[in-house]
């Protein structure tokens, strides 16, 4: 009978392990470079470069990659509108978005603990395999351990990119009177994990995803884009402010424009917190040249993604972030000291 | 006065979190890639291939890339010998060196666990720069989330090098008549780590260390190198398997010319375990053509780290793994089912 639940000698690195490796990774995501079970993925540049837009003498002279690497926590594993492997895949395809890069190859760490059934684990493969396919990015190289626990799991994905962008993108690149755009409502994601782990009872859902359209519709467009940051860890108001201190510049926004939806609103209110500081995964702030604010938001609006994007402020040469709240006032938006909340992302 | 140990507060991404990082990391690790803290690190190809023995013209006809990840989960932290810093850049400096390639850039995800002293998380950051600065490697971006525990750490190291060898080298490249040659005693590393769960005294030491040196020696010297294996997990049983299985051959190995050190030996005969399944952190195997295995004993025996490497067989035509024992027997060495010991690596 084959095992049920994962076992640590699942990760002693013989028969046992290979054959978890070959019945629950090889299987969804096997492909010529995971067949090889070398100690490293081997691709050529002539490999790495396919299905770029521009020519290959291009390559040495203007080139960029774009690697990024990210760990996934989260409790619980399953939550409404996504699973811990959705949201490592996403995660890491949308930080290389966020330099204008094209997703190309992922590595995958996986560290199961003890007691894991192994169908959640097959489940959470399925879903890693389904957003790669959907973005285009391939797993090239992965590693699994097990270590004592209570029968959770830990992904760290790393993603490689090229670069495929006409102008610079940076946090350092905002400029006074540029436009800020959020591409949707906010919140969402903290609001369903705090739900999932108090039980709260509602029908936020995470807006975990893939962002590859709608980023690079906005890219290949070549719109004056300057800047693009995903909304996670310590939300809107760490994302903006790390933005514009690399920028040295500030931002005023209109407390009333940014989107948040009305349920997320409503426990945010009950328990005092503020959408400003929470995660999100799949929401971006995109900040452009205010000239193309228009063309970039009906752009965003095509996709369900991004449907909801609007503008919310302004790049200003003054320092500091002022929020120009829904009952006339003005206060600072500053960077949470933390969000309180552990396992979210 | 400043935190001493990790709290959960220190995952959420807010001013905790960036304080954290600035105080441990970036002081440490710093370099002008990880100051951007963008959403992924950007570099040139000019970049990638600084320092490459080979032309730029080369490059889109023939170059080749190589990606690699493994997890750190090992407990203790620290060890005679080592730490999980060292392991975990050695680690996979040590499988990039295994394919040829010269390890360029580094990806580090740490998940620690709250109540983690921050002066132990300082010596093992430490100990990662100094085996980065050792090996040339550049740590290029990073991440880092705090969960519930013991206060233990998990790391996740991801490295891109730049394949760099004459030959393609690859466990399908072992020809019979090839000569098995192993860079010194085996079995150091996980009956370290044995006695140091249990309490046993001894001098044991683990063999942790990056390759580097030797590897690069070999190969630059342009010798016939057909395979190249750190011998981690699962042991050189494990390994061989592996290696045999993928280049359609077998082995015939003497147990009297591996080299185990006395006391590890003496541990296994205690404690009835075999040396040739317990994990290394610093040794390979390489299967080199049996008339250039003279000159790659003498290049390896010239490095502390590869001092009394040694062959122990040849690669046979005869499917499977013999060994030839030394009161005369022969047995088959097969892969162990599981080691018996978790998190040794």
């Given at each position: 009978m084959p095992d049920t639940v994962i076992q640590?000698?699942?990760?002693?690195?013989g028969g046992a392990t290979a054959q978890l490796i070959q019945s629950v990774f090889t299987s969804r995501l096997g492909n010529r470079y995971l067949r090889r079970q070398e100690d490293a993925a081997v691709f050529s540049i002539t490999d790495l470069w396919s299905g770029m837009s521009h020519s290959k003498s291009d390559l040495l002279q203007h080139e960029h990659l774009a690697l990024t690497t990210d760990s996934f926590v989260i409790s619980p594993l399953f939550f409404p509108g996504g699973d811990i492997g959705r949201l490592a895949i996403s995660g890491t395809v949308n930080d290389l978005l966020m330099m204008g890069a094209r997703p190309r190859y992922l590595t995958a760490g996986f560290i199961l603990e003890e007691g894991l059934l192994i169908a959640d684990l097959e489940r959470i493969v399925d879903s890693m395999a389904q957003v790669a396919a959907q973005t285009g990015i391939e797993l090239v190289a992965a590693d699994t351990k097990v270590v004592e626990g209570k029968g959770g799991m830990m992904i760290n994905t790393t993603g490689l990119g090229v670069v495929d962008c006409q102008n610079p993108l940076g946090a350092d690149q905002a400029r006074p009177g540029d436009a800020i755009l959020v591409s949707g409502p906010l919140g969402d994601h903290q609001a369903c994990i705090m739900s999932q782990r108090m039980g709260v009872h509602n029908a936020i859902l995470s807006d975990v995803t893939p962002l590859h359209r709608p980023v690079r519709a906005l890219l290949d467009q070549g719109l004056p884009v300057h800047c693009l940051r995903d909304i996670t860890r310590g939300g809107l108001a760490t994302v903006l402010n790390e933005l514009v201190q690399s920028s040295d510049c500030g931002a005023e926004l209109d407390e009333a424009a940014i989107p948040v939806h009305h349920e997320t609103q409503a426990l945010c209110a009950v328990l005092g917190l503020d959408p400003l500081n929470m995660a999100n995964e799949g929401k971006f702030v995109a900040i452009v040249a205010q000239e193309a604010a228009t063309a970039a938001l009906n752009s965003l609006n095509q996709f369900p993604e991004s449907a909801g994007a609007i503008q919310i402020g302004q790049i200003t040469s003054d320092k500091g972030i002022v929020l120009r709240t829904q009952i006339g006032g003005r206060r600072l938006l500053t960077t949470p000291w933390y969000e309180g909340l552990p396992r979210i992302c």
């Open positions: 640590l000698s699942h990760g002693g690195g």
